[in-house]
């Protein structure tokens, strides 16, 4: 949205998604609607009356619905706060045709596809057999709210197919390290990368239009992560035994680092530290692979980047520099 | 230290490291010295009176001389606090023949000797040519101090060689990750991990009673760093040109991460995140592989660990643990 | 042990709890035991040579285990550290004879038995069934350890009993204050103030030398409590709904606060936020109320309270101050 | 002023108050206001220049006058600015005969007049003689603002009558926990949950459009409260003794809990403990009841409460939750 | 820009500087420009489309230059956001005729010739040979810059010669104190007052548009400040000697206070200490001087001050309160 | 004491401030003292029992009486704790003659009489009538624990006196920078700096043995010095108007500068914030002072001082290093 470039009220027409709509109440008792609509590049609100088409549409359908609006563009309160003339459904077929979800939502540039194959390689590759077995029943219960779900809903990686996209890359990190660390247990440790974020599946709701669900406010990822690989452990077959699985809920539980960061303990096992920091390195590089990707080629700095808490140099560190040196 | 299993006074003899000396005046305005020895399991203080041998003999070595000590075991103010019958120096033949240094002194694990190679080949494998001049001037200038410098006094690799080793380990983490980021500049990163510390040689000073130099106080690491890295630069064949200088230096003003952790810049190129990155993972790592040479077998728990702020459980994790399950 | 007013070297005897034993090695090869003991007052440690009778029994005994000891006073390195010239076991009969117990560890002022019936009582009142038996079923599973364990093992209720007494306050606050907030569902709060802490029974080991569990360690009282509550909700005739069942466990997840202090999730009910507000009262007013049995009338104030961040003044406000007025 | 839900400029008429006027100066030289206009659902600005007949009524009149305008919506830099066609006051009549109060001024939920009488009851209930004199003299010397006064300007309680609500309402949790807590002296903690905000009767000012005073400013509701009681204490007959009102004094003083939060003193007495933990819990519980109040039965959460950090969830325990549950 | 009173559209013609230019790309591809430009009292955006003189002109001219545009007030997304019917360059000779240099940005209040001698006249007055000859050293190299420079982008003297005026206010400070603390060496304390923010000059780059510049981002101006010293040492006649330059040094490396404000080491010499005190009362003074000559007469309180984290009172003490004192 | 440089047990005797006695019950039901004696050099406890001659006298003594005591060295847990073998009194006559109290107390540097004078000349340079009275009434009032009073009882100014030097040398910096900065009111501000710290002559309590009193724990000295200052402006002839006892309150209330650091409010007005600043200059410089004075010219460092958070260097500039340079 941040894109369109015009000021003056016209009418325009528009394919976008169905975010949320919150009822209201007007001074003179009646209720209208706020209504939320965005697409890949941003986001706006509008105001429905009662008695419009608008109105009856969005009271009924379900969030993260793709719509086709019509109307004239305004503003209100210094928003672009436009008013629908026409409001209407979209079939899947459509969708299809018009290859929209590409257009409305941004996606992980990896292909998901290859992605979830190279997370079954990484869980067939763990030599442990009941922490084999446990990974592999987690994807079969909830493979597919994962393989759909945000890494975040800001920061890093927060987009469709991130989570699946962070998790791999977790993965690898931890493979490539773990001949440098002896100490550390492999199949523990790469089952930990695979299952750390798992709660965010769950946290997170909304396949088009990710938001935190009331189960991720009321327990949060890292419980909910616990919670399903517990259940999974038990499941499995085999089954994984107490003392391990001790240690893979552990790894879950302190993987965000520090108390105040939302860790439920501090990390106190080799394996736990190691998968902690596999995280955290990730979780930053995703920033500056999320940086360079959206900078233009003309611009020396990217936007500010709150999780980095700077603008990164995105021109290459063989490119001569775009000012003269100082003096000294 | 710690381990001298007997409060008694008696008799003892032993080999130490003189680590300083502090000049007191009494209550009669006679001066005293209060001297600190120790060896690789700790240290203590003494008094010396001015009309002992001790006295004579300590006012004038140097900090990091090996003596010897005869005398009684006393305490002062609940401190172990000898007293010193004789005194004396040791001949470097008399050191080398004990074999006493790794008595005295904890150094890193690994074998320096093979550390230093590695360090070499990763240097030869810089591709970038003013780079790889830049840092090898760096090594040629002030390897010596560096190959025998801890990376801290105290937290993670504070021991002899330990820069080295914390150095090599950093550059073999990055080395490992650079195929997993390739909006990464290789020779910039590698050559950025193998400098990153490098001020930390003179931060410190004492080869072998570490601690913080006045310059080191006056300016830290982190700027000293730059100065000899800039020097480099000037100095190398050939010698480093401005635009990739500025990046080379940005990387070691930044990967203390945080401006409260002694950053002087916070990282703002995708080379100086991911150095910071690398830096940081095997710093706790190093935290972890230290705790677990110190620990006995016979204890579920390492000391407490400040870095970490936890007691690692460090028996690994098929063993079964060692009380029984909670019930729940 | 504070309380022992003597410095020279003399024999003798007492009746103390074994608290643990530590394996170190000494210079010469030999393993020796460090062995702590204390009572009500305090505690000390001692060294116990390889050939030594202490340190045949000390490695064989288990951590908590009552013993008498006789030897001589001494100190090593400035702490009380007595040579043991006989070591011996208690039978639980000569320990109840000697009414040892209060004089070995500190217990709630509250009679444990009265403390444990109030809980009964109020889990009777809860008038939501599911929550009712729920509850009753986490006590008739896990009551035992609850019912001797301490509310911490620092700052308040930090004593034998203080689990079931802290509970039993909070739940006490808890219907004190129902009335005043009728947005509060009773059922749930109850509930609620019985089970936030019922994972310390977990967290904590050892009936009469309390310290943190492994599975305290790496999974915290928080989420132990959440997991007990769960387990009990399923197994409870009639099982606990999910919408409840949700409510309840936020209500554990979130008590502690702050994520800082340990908390998994942040209040975001009114049962949560007026449970962790109960909670916090009677923390802070159980420091006040330790602090005042602990203080000799003679003095004005009680020793520094870091749980406050201060000296209590412990003299009645009607009392004469001990010093005139300021002029001013 | 959230609620009114149109864009379009058109004619519109209202009666609001007038929160404030600002004069500044154009480039040209010419002084123009920035006038401030709200009701109970918000406020915003409207410039009016000076030969306009508003600038003229909005430079003489007070703030916190009723007035009534008409004109024509317009916005300027994205906010709602409309342009006044006609301003005027309004008779203290006219405002009686619309009951306009309560549709420009968010009030207390609970009836003014019997707070005020449960006060009355309360202070008469307080058992030491001096003590109640004190209480009564100051709500004789300042009750007139205090009643009307707000308890906050954001965050808690904090509309008309509200400083009157929360007093009382910590004076009914102190009078239901005093019974659990035999230490605390009841007279004391009973006038300190009525006076400890009493400051805040001068801190604020403006009966209808609350903001902080010079005073506020300058000296804080803290140091305000305690020259309030202290003066209240000399006059009171009896006259608070000296070791008694000290008590007091600290009462005040400390009562905002830690420092950072404006405490001038920490708690150190059993009642200055008590009463800023009844304080605390009636802040935290009066945002819960207004989060409750203010959100519309459709919606699941409230909006984002910044003083507890969350959005509450404002659907009873027992409803059944609006999604269904998560898979695992 | 704030004083622009009007909302309408309407045409307009204004001189202005160009503050910069980002390139954004439509949603159908197309490029267009998002232009920003300001005067002294504020900033706003517009957006040129491809084919208009406007995008043609910003593409191609640097920042800061002052250029003359007319078109018709309008607005985009809530912000003042004009379309411009035609733009055009202003010659040097028109900028002087018209005296528009001091409408277009804020400078310091006092004559920056004046300034400029008075420092010149401090060097001077530095009894120190190695110290005056590496400030006046400093200062010819790179005095352009630093005459022009502000002394920051927000905070205290953030205008035009502002960088000039806090140098030699800080200067003033330490010379009048001086006398005061006799065991602080004045050659040193005055050259560290007159460098200790000299790494500014270079931190922010254009003239009329000051932002960080590209090193100022990588490095700071601590470092490049010890830089820029360090050069001007070794330049100097006669060169500084190696103790002195490392005083002078640690100066400028610790003159920010604090490691989380900036500080590359802390403070460790009493002139260190010195000059770090000089700075910090003369920046937060410098605020109170701002905000005073910033503040309407009519007003009693400044703007909100986040460096002072209040509004500042900016009547005269001597000045009757514009309000009744409180009652109490 | 810490330079009391013997370990063995010996006879000895001492004169000595009595600081303490607090009361212990041993084990067995008998009452003990834990007596506190020092001198200027430090402090330990030595234990006495029921049946001693020095129970006795310790019981009854005030705190700060001088005593002789003699004795044997002896320690009990590490500290040394003599046993007494004989106790008494010391005559004023015999303290005066043996010249005693430079022996067991710490004094300002400045003398006590020349900066009392200097005090009253300040006084009468105030040229506001009003404040003059008022400054002078406090003195007058006052002034006698005012002359005596330590600045801290720890960190800056933390000896006999120490808060007159550090008064009048918040004053000098304050006169000498008033020409600097002439939007601030002279005599406001200096009345302002006199007054600032004048709580403390009440916040400390013993003249001998600096304490926090219990009025100082209860209230603070902002508090203690708003309250002092109030009631003298009120006393004093003339009265001090109340718009300009508002300013000068406020100056008193907020010259902690942050609310963290004690402040009740925060400086808002020029005087106010250059009060605060002049505080915290000679408060740093202070700590600086003290380290040259205590450090022994033989060493290059100052112990660690914690309010600089540094080990100051305390060779003089010009001094060449201790130690070489480094080679880069």
């Given at each position: 949205m941040k894109a369109w470039p015009t000021a003056e009220p016209r009418p325009f027409a528009a394919v976008l998604l169905f975010l949320r709509a919150i009822v209201r109440k007007a001074r003179n008792g009646n209720e209208f609607l706020v209504v939320e609509l965005g697409d890949k590049s941003g986001m706006f609100s509008a105001t429905c009356f009662q008695d419009s088409a608008a109105f009856a549409l969005f009271s009924e359908i379900a969030e993260g619905t793709i719509v086709r609006v019509e109307g004239t563009t305004e503003r209100y309160q210094g928003k672009f706060s436009p008013r629908f003339t026409s409001v209407g459904l979209f079939s899947e077929g459509e969708v299809a045709a018009g290859n929209w979800l590409p257009k409305l939502i941004e996606a992980a540039p990896e292909d998901a596809t290859k992605l979830w194959d190279e997370l079954q390689e990484i869980i067939n590759s763990i030599a442990h057999e009941g922490l084999r077995a446990t990974t592999k029943q987690v994807f079969d219960t909830i493979g597919e709210r994962f393989r759909v779900a945000?890494?975040?809903?800001?920061?890093?990686?927060?987009?469709?197919?991130g989570l699946l996209e962070h998790t791999v890359h977790v993965a690898r990190v931890a493979r490539a390290l773990l001949p440098l660390y002896p100490e550390v247990d492999p199949s523990l440790a790469v089952a930990g990368t695979l299952l750390h974020d798992i709660g965010k599946a769950i946290e997170y709701e909304g396949e088009l239009a990710a938001k935190k669900s009331r189960i991720g406010i009321l327990q949060g990822h890292v419980v909910l992560g616990y919670r399903i690989a517990r259940q999974a452990a038990m499941k499995a077959k085999p089954a994984l035994d107490a003392a391990m699985l001790e240690r893979l809920e552990h790894i879950i539980l302190s993987h965000q680092g520090e108390l105040e960061w939302g860790a439920a303990a501090l990390a106190a096992t080799p394996e736990a530290v190691f998968v902690a920091m596999c995280d955290n390195f990730d979780a930053k590089m995703g920033m500056v692979q999320q940086a360079l990707r959206n900078?233009?080629?003309?611009?020396?700095f990217s936007d500010f980047l709150p999780g980095l808490k700077v603008s990164l140099?995105?021109?290459?560190?063989?490119a001569p520099p775009t000012a003269e040196p100082p003096p000294a």
């Open positions: 945000p890494a975040a809903t800001a920061m890093h990686h927060a987009y469709r197919h900078t233009p080629d003309t611009q020396e140099i995105t021109t290459p560190p063989g």
